[in-house]
C-alpha cells in the first residue's frame, strides 16, 4: 500500500518560505516511499463559513468551492500536513477557513458522505460524531519573520487534535524563521527540528501505512 500525504500551505503567497519548508519535507519523505502532494492556498476560490448551520441540520453545506476538493484529498491521505506563516500572532485568514469549515466537513459532510446515511436525524453536540480524520498522522509547521510560532501552532495542532488524529512533534517548537524569501534555510536549529519532524512523522507513517 503507497503511502500519501497531503501537505497544505496557508500562506497567502507563492513560493513562499512555508511551502519551501513543505519542499524540503516532501523530499525527505520521498527517500522512504512515502508520496507527498504539496497544495497551496493561496489563489484558491475559498469562502468563509456563512455560520447558517444546514451542515448539522441537513447534513450538506451549501458553498461549493475548491477549498471542499482540498478537504476531499485529505479524507483518503494517510498523513496531513499543515503550514502556515504567522500573521498577527496567528494562522493566516486562508488556513482558518479550512479550520473552521473543516472541523464540520470532516465530523458531520465527510462521514456522512462515506456512510451514505440518508435518515440523518441531524448533528446533536450531545453524541458528536468522529472525525474521518481519525486515526491519520498529522503534523504542523509555523513560519515566522520573529515571533508568534508558538499561537499559530497551537491552533493547527488543536485541529489535528479534535479530529483525532495522531500529532507528532519534534524536539522544539516547529516554528523556522526568516522574512526574506528562501531565508529560513539559514534558521540552523528551526532546519534541524523541521528533519526531526519530518522523521518522527515518516516513521509513524510506516509503521502504521506500511
Same mark, same amino acid.
Given at each position: 500500500?503507497?503511502?500519501?500525504?497531503?501537505?497544505? +500551505?496557508?500562506?497567502?503567497?507563492?513560493?513562499?518560505? +512555508? $511551502?519551501?519548508?513543505?519542499?524540503?519535507?516532501?523530499?525527505?519523505?520521498?527517500?522512504?516511499?512515502?508520496? +507527498?502532494?504539496?497544495?497551496?492556498?493561496?489563489?484558491?476560490?475559498?469562502?468563509?463559513?456563512?455560520?447558517?448551520?444546514?451542515?448539522?441540520?441537513?447534513?450538506?453545506?451549501?458553498?461549493?468551492?475548491?477549498?471542499?476538493?482540498?478537504?476531499?484529498?485529505?479524507?483518503?491521505?494517510? &498523513?496531513?500536513?499543515?503550514?502556515?506563516?504567522?500573521?498577527?500572532?496567528?494562522? +493566516?485568514?486562508?488556513?482558518?477557513?479550512?479550520?473552521?469549515? &473543516?472541523?464540520?466537513?470532516?465530523?458531520?459532510?465527510?462521514?456522512?458522505?462515506?456512510?451514505?446515511?440518508?435518515?440523518?436525524?441531524?448533528?446533536?453536540?450531545?453524541?458528536?460524531?468522529?472525525?474521518?480524520?481519525?486515526?491519520?498522522?498529522?503534523?504542523?509547521?509555523?513560519?515566522?519573520?520573529?515571533?508568534?510560532?508558538?499561537?499559530?501552532?497551537?491552533?493547527?495542532?488543536?485541529?489535528?487534535?479534535?479530529? $483525532?488524529?495522531?500529532?507528532?512533534?519534534?524536539?522544539?517548537?516547529?516554528?523556522?524563521?526568516?522574512?526574506?524569501?528562501?531565508?529560513?534555510?539559514?534558521?540552523?536549529?528551526?532546519?534541524?527540528?523541521?528533519?526531526?519532524?519530518?522523521?518522527?512523522? &515518516?516513521?509513524?507513517?510506516?509503521?502504521?501505512?506500511?
Amino acid at each position: 500500500m503507497s503511502i500519501k500525504v497531503i501537505a497544505i +500551505t496557508g500562506s497567502h503567497r507563492k513560493n513562499s518560505n +512555508t $511551502e519551501l519548508a513543505l519542499q524540503i519535507m516532501s523530499k525527505r519523505l520521498a527517500k522512504i516511499g512515502v508520496e +507527498t502532494e504539496i497544495i497551496a492556498l493561496a489563489n484558491k476560490k475559498i469562502e468563509h463559513c456563512r455560520a447558517c448551520d444546514n451542515c448539522k441540520k441537513t447534513g450538506n453545506c451549501l458553498i461549493d468551492d475548491e477549498l471542499v476538493e482540498i478537504m476531499e484529498k485529505m479524507t483518503i491521505a494517510q &498523513g496531513i500536513i499543515l503550514a502556515c506563516p504567522v500573521y498577527s500572532f496567528n494562522i +493566516t485568514p486562508l488556513m482558518q477557513d479550512l479550520i473552521a469549515r &473543516g472541523n464540520r466537513f470532516f465530523h458531520i459532510l465527510a462521514k456522512s458522505a462515506i456512510e451514505d446515511n440518508s435518515n440523518n436525524p441531524g448533528f446533536t453536540y450531545k453524541n458528536i460524531p468522529s472525525s474521518v480524520l481519525k486515526g491519520k498522522v498529522g503534523a504542523a509547521i509555523t513560519t515566522a519573520r520573529r515571533a508568534g510560532g508558538g499561537m499559530a501552532l497551537w491552533k493547527l495542532n488543536n485541529f489535528m487534535l479534535v479530529n $483525532e488524529m495522531y500529532v507528532v512533534g519534534s524536539c522544539y517548537e516547529n516554528t523556522i524563521f526568516g522574512n526574506e524569501r528562501g531565508s529560513i534555510v539559514k534558521d540552523i536549529e528551526g532546519m534541524n527540528n523541521l528533519y526531526k519532524l519530518t522523521d518522527n512523522f &515518516g516513521t509513524l507513517l510506516k509503521k502504521l501505512f506500511g
